[in-house]
């Protein structure tokens, strides 16, 4: 059985967003990606205190597809050390995993 996994990252580059969501999604590495836009993100860097403002990607697939998704997040990635967190799903509902399973591995479950 495939397990529902969800990666995060941040970005703040419009064609750098744009570049990599085509990729997962055109080649059905992924399921869906939901962007919370208009974020600020306040951390340290190089000894100082930064502020940008971000997007919030929650890229959703399986677990198989771990390792492919990080690679394309850094393959595409303008920043030197992007964040890419995975979060494990507990629950979900089955109908959701099936559609999520045909989306990535296009047949029917």
């Given at each position: ?18 570049k990599?969501?085509?990729e ?24 100082k ?44 509902d ?6 999520i ?9």
């Amino acid at each position: 059985m495939e397990k529902l996994i969800i990666i995060k990252t941040t970005i703040s580059n419009k064609n750098t967003k744009n570049k990599l969501i085509n990729e997962l999604l055109k080649n059905n590495y992924v399921a869906c990606i939901n962007i919370i836009e208009n974020i600020t993100s306040y951390y340290e860097w190089e000894g100082k205190l930064q502020r940008q403002k971000e997007e919030i990607l929650f890229i959703k697939t399986i677990l198989k597809n771990e390792k492919l998704v990080y690679k394309i997040i850094k393959k595409y990635h303008d920043y030197e050390i992007p964040e890419i967190t995975t979060i494990s799903v507990k629950n979900i509902d089955k109908n959701y995993l099936g559609w999520i399973k045909e989306s990535i591995l296009g047949k029917k479950l």
